[in-house]
Every structure is written in C-alpha cells, then in structure tokens.
C-alpha cells in the first residue's frame, strides 16, 4: 500500500522497526553463542531481553495508532544480518573472528539508531509524544548497547594482537604486557547477572567452558600454568594479590565504558602506570576489584619472573575452577 500521508509513512517506518527488531531477537542467541569472549557473548545475551522489551514498544506505538502489530520486510536488517553470518563462518583466529562480531554488531546497532531517530522525528511532527517518547527509550537502549560494543572492541583488537604473538612468546607476553601494554589480561562483569570473564591469552577451538581468559576455552590452557610456563602460579588471596601488583607499582582499573549500569564496575584489570592503558582504563579501588574479583570467582596467575631471571609483569585473570 502506498504511504499517501505522513502518517502512512510513519506506521510503515513502525512496521519495518518491528520486523527489524525480530530479525535481530533470532539472531542474537546464535551471534552469542559464536562470540569465543564471555563479554562479548554477554553483551549480545544481555540484549535478547532489551530486544524483547523495545518489541514490546512497538507494539504498544501500533495500539496507539489502533493498528494490528504487523511487519514489513526490512531488507537492511536481512542484509546486514547475512553479512554477519559470514563474519561467523570464516574459519579464521578465533580473537579475530570476535573482532568481526564485535564490528558487525555495532553495524546493526547504527542501524537501528537511524531508523529510530527518523521515526522519532516522524512521531514528533505528528504530534505522537508517547510515541516519541517510546522510540526515544529505545534510541538509548541501543546507543548504550553500541558503546558497549565499542568498549568491547577496543579490548579485542588489542587483545587479537597479544594472542597473534604465540604461545612461545607468552611467558615473555607479561614483560610486553607491562612495557607496553601495561595491564592485566582479564576482566569482569559480574554485576546484573552477567558472568565474569578475562580477555587476552589464547584458546584454540574450544569455544565452551571458559578459561577465565575471556574466551570460552580449549583444554590445556588451564588456569595456574599461563602459556604453559612453569613459571606462573595462581593467587586468590587478596593480600597476596596487592602485594604482587604493588611491587610492580600497578593498581586496580576497569575498562571504561564496559559497566553496564551505574555502580557496575564493568571488566576488571590490573594497570601499570605509565602504559598505554589510560586511554581506556579508569582506576578503581581494591575493594571494588575484588568485589568484582570474588563475585565471579576468579583468580589471578601470575609470573614472577621470566625465564630469564628479570622480574616478569605476566599476569591474567582466570577462573577458580
Ligand atoms: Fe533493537
């Protein structure tokens, strides 16, 4: 039917949204289970439930416009969708492959924000205000799922370039860790019922029970052997813990931006002053720390020294188990 008034073309911008948004509620489930970091698998589980909630919207806008909730075809979802699965069916490094989710899900995102702020300015000029008012909830839902995302991608670039090193560099990793890039390897989430989780050290296919390094792990990349060096051993006391860090003059930080609420700390890491993490990284206290720390059941492995005798930053947050 053609939109011969501009109420027309909102009810058909509303129909679009509405196919849209249950487009991306199939997907989002497998695009989760595809993320090998627990954050980010978080991130898209997380937004099944906003995702419902902002149908649930557009449902309520076709009430108000005393229309059936019906859909019509968006195309650019479908399109955007489809090049999200190829993302996920190239068989590259999985650290990668994260990246490109990551990317793909901002993609859609910006997509959906477009489409919001048109038909929130639609719904404005036809006087809707409840209307408006419900788009616009929606616009920020997506915007904070966007900067999550962009959070998220930061750290698995960089975290794509430690993995790319090897496993042979690993036990030197902490070394390099600390001259530059200054911070622990993992993090957490735990608040809102989110799982913790780490980021950086490597996995090979395992995509299931995690590691603690962020990534759903492969077997033999346990926690307490980090990269295999004998050399690491595994802490969960907490004084234990701050004394190592404060040797090496490092303190407690998040990952900004990765709080998904006020008063979630978001993913947890150690800082090394000085260090290219400050961009990114907002210190905490230790008590925040290891709130997040004890929450999602975590342990720290760390090297004491390298293989070469000099003392060694190596560290990486891991789970207990
Ligand atoms: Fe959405």
Redesign the pocket.
Known sequence: MPNSTPADLFLSEVKDLYD??KQ?LRALPRIAKNAANDELANAFRT?VQ??KG?IGRLEQIFEQLGQRAKSKPCKGMKGLLEEGQEVMEEKGREEVTDCAIAGAGRKV?HY?MAGYIAAQEMAKALGMKEAAQLLNE?LE??KE?DRRLKALSSQLIKEAKTAGMGMEEEEGQGQSRGRGRGRSSSASNGKNGKSASASSGRSSNGRKASNGNGRKASAGRGSGNAGGSKLSHMLTDHDEIKQWAEERGAHPACVKGTGRKKNDTGMIRLDFPGFSGEESLQEISWDEFFDQFDENGLALVVQEKTSGGARSNFNKLVRRQ
């Open positions: 849209a948004e991306l937004h906003e995702t902002q995102e959906e929606t839902e997506e799922m």
